[in-house]
């Protein structure tokens, strides 16, 4: 009888609840192919609650279930390498018995091994427990939305390879999502320094089998569709021990990759930015939390960070931060030069490289924080700078990074709020500031995210935020000043100068303001600039009087301001011809900004108005 093309494998460990619903899958999906291309093979792993008896069920009804047995549990790794040696398939899907295919899987894999790859990638679709959907995902940086071809002929391809990771699953650590070319994969572990025997017991047998698989010259192919059912939370060791699971994912990446990428620097750091791109920054915090007071944890969790290439800044100052916030341990009167000298809060963010901050509101909002953004930008300490701000922010923040993000529209459309959440995490900050005096949701969202080892924030809650929430989300930040402060506190808190007003207007938009000015024939020092952003204002009777008392004092009237400022100033400059020119609703905030900074001085009130007390001198009374 010919060996068939595909085997369906299973390995199972007390899993009596779980395991029907993947074995169903298994069957169901090999019953879609002809005869004999496709067996089904369970594992069981020592089980002791009545996962035999179900297996010997699902028997009954399919005689060709193959099924295997050991009679005590020998960990993970044995289970797995003993479905690829008792597989009979020319390639082996191996799934999680947690996991289950998804309906049409089978049929898509079998085209896909048709044009005889080494090995295949799939997307996975998250599930609850009860199995239904959540979303999908897939393990690029930036996404691969059309199925592709990887020739990995040499290490500068995998490396390229590597490099195009976000997660550990497109380096084959998520067993679900992979078919492998079952011969070639044991091969790989047969060698003779006793390698094979070396890597059991680690949890990571699958990718120490891998690694040396595709540094030989492999064909790896990516389908971007979910294949696979992927139930999420039953990472009970995670969810027990956030150390025990992060210290078993550091010890096997690294102890891999120093094995077989020990005499190759890039490639080993790009195997390595696979881990940390999975596990970001956050892996720092959580073996640093996970470790508490126990000196050997961090120890140990310390010296694989760095191996891993993790930012020694992060871990530093992770570790400072702890010990000077949790455990409450004063400060050495000597600072150890391995610890960057990091003090306090300021010092932590000395170590930044990249600074997110959330700044509440509108155009209000975005000159209250002038001072700060100024400070963080001329400081030169950060490399980027990135904004949260209400849209229609990002033409006043030359220079930086923005997200624009309505509150609103965060709030009720989680789509979005996934976007920009992904987006601040994805960043990497060093610093991040929540400039929110009202501690609004979003801000917090945004730092529980980030895990920015230099956090800041107000003190403060958003209205019906509930105490447990509350608690989860308050602890992502290092400190929290009283919201009652001046402008520059936040500024004060990092060490910074506050400098105002400085940010705005660039000088390019200084440039194109003197332009527009110059193309008119005014001068700068005589011109008097009209906002007509509130309605009160430009209402009042005295105005005109006080604007005829301006032109005849020798100064021209530039009218300015929002969309509908335009139509309120029109009667008001009508009047003076040759010596008024209304520009309302014509400007950008950026070029509006650079016009009253030229200008002798504004009138006027509303938004705008803001804008003019920031940038622009005073005007007559």
């Not at 899987?105 to 048709?114: D, T, Y």
């Not at 650590?173 to 006793?194: K, W």
């Not at 698989?213 to 969810?239: C, K, Q, S, Y």
């Not at 700060?372 to 229609?392: H, K, N, Q, T």
Request: hydrophobic residues 45%; proline residues 6%.
């Amino acid at each position: 009888m010919a060996s068939p093309l595909l085997s369906l494998c299973i390995p199972t460990c007390a899993r009596v609840k779980l395991l029907p619903t993947a074995l169903e899958s298994a069957l169901t999906e090999a019953a879609t192919a002809p005869e004999g291309v496709v067996e089904v093979l369970v594992s069981d792993n020592g089980s002791v609650d009545g996962s035999a008896d179900v297996i010997r069920e699902f028997q009954a009804r399919w005689p060709a279930l193959r099924a295997t047995r050991f009679e005590t549990n020998r960990g993970y790794d044995a289970n797995y390498l003993n479905c690829m040696e008792e597989a009979r398939g020319e390639y082996v899907w191996i799934v999680g018995d947690d996991d289950a295919w998804a309906p049409g899987s089978v049929a898509r894999m079998l085209q896909e091994l048709a044009a005889d790859p080494d090995a295949v990638l799939c997307a996975a679709t998250e599930c609850d427990m009860a199995m239904r959907p959540t979303g999908t995902r897939g393990w690029f940086d930036h996404p691969e939305t059309a199925p592709r071809i990887w020739r990995l002929r040499n290490r500068a391809d995998l490396a390229a390879y590597f490099d195009a990771l976000r997660y550990q699953a497109g380096a084959f650590a998520f067993i679900s999502v992979a078919v492998i070319r079952r011969r070639r994969f044991l091969a790989s572990l047969e060698n003779p320094d006793g390698y094979r025997q070396a890597h059991q017991e680690t949890g990571y047998i699958h990718v120490a089998g891998m690694l040396p698989f595709l540094l030989a010259p492999a064909v790896l192919h990516w389908i971007p569709e979910p294949l696979i059912l992927n139930r999420i939370g039953m990472d009970t060791t995670g969810a027990a021990d956030p150390w025990a699971r992060g210290i078993l994912d550091l010890r096997g990446w690294v102890r891999i990759g120093e094995r077989f990428l020990g005499d190759d620097p890039v490639l080993r750091n790009a195997f390595m930015g696979v881990l940390r791109r999975n596990h970001q920054d956050i892996m720092v915090r959580r073996m640093r939390m996970g470790a508490a007071d126990d000196a050997g944890r961090w120890r140990e969790a310390r010296e694989l960070l760095l191996k891993a290439g993790f930012d020694p800044v992060w871990v530093e100052a992770a570790d400072f931060l702890y010990r000077m916030y949790i455990l409450d341990i004063p400060m050495s009167p000597q600072l150890r030069p391995a610890g960057l000298c990091l003090a306090d809060l300021p010092l932590a963010a000395l170590g930044a490289r990249r600074a997110a901050l959330n700044i509440p509101g509108g155009l209000e909002g975005l000159l209250d924080a002038a001072g700060l953004l100024a400070a963080l930008r001329d400081s030169g300490r950060f490399e980027r700078i990135l904004v949260v701000c209400a849209p229609g922010g990002a033409d006043l923040l030359e220079g930086f990074e923005v997200l624009e993000a309505d509150p609103i529209d965060f709030g009720r459309d989680r789509a979005f709020q996934e976007h920009c959440l992904a987006r601040v995490q994805a960043f990497r900050p060093g610093l991040y500031v929540n400039a929110d005096r009202g501690r609004g949701l979003q801000g917090d969202l945004l730092a529980a995210r980030a895990q920015a080892p230099a956090a800041l924030a107000f003190r403060g809650r958003s209205e019906g935020l509930g105490d447990a929430l509350f608690k989860v989300l308050d602890r992502a930040y290092a400190l929290r000043l009283e919201p009652d402060g001046a402008s520059g506190t936040l500024a004060a808190a990092l060490g910074l100068p506050d400098l105002g007003g400085r940010l705005w207007p660039s000088a390019p938009r200084r440039e194109e303001a003197a332009r527009i000015l110059g193309e008119a024939g005014w001068d700068p020092a005589h011109t008097l600039a009209v906002v007509g952003d509130d309605p009160a204002f430009c209402a009042d009777p005295g105005l005109p009087a006080a604007l005829g008392r301006a032109v005849a004092a020798g100064a021209t009237l530039l009218g300015v301001g929002g969309r509908t400022s335009y139509n309120r100033l029109d009667p008001l400059l009508e009047p003076f011809a040759e010596k008024a020119m209304n520009l309302g609703g014509a400007l950008e905030p950026a070029a509006l900004g650079a016009l009253l900074g030229l200008c002798m001085g504004f009138l006027g009130g509303g938004t705008g108005a803001v804008l003019a007390r920031c940038v622009a001198r005073p005007g007559p009374a």
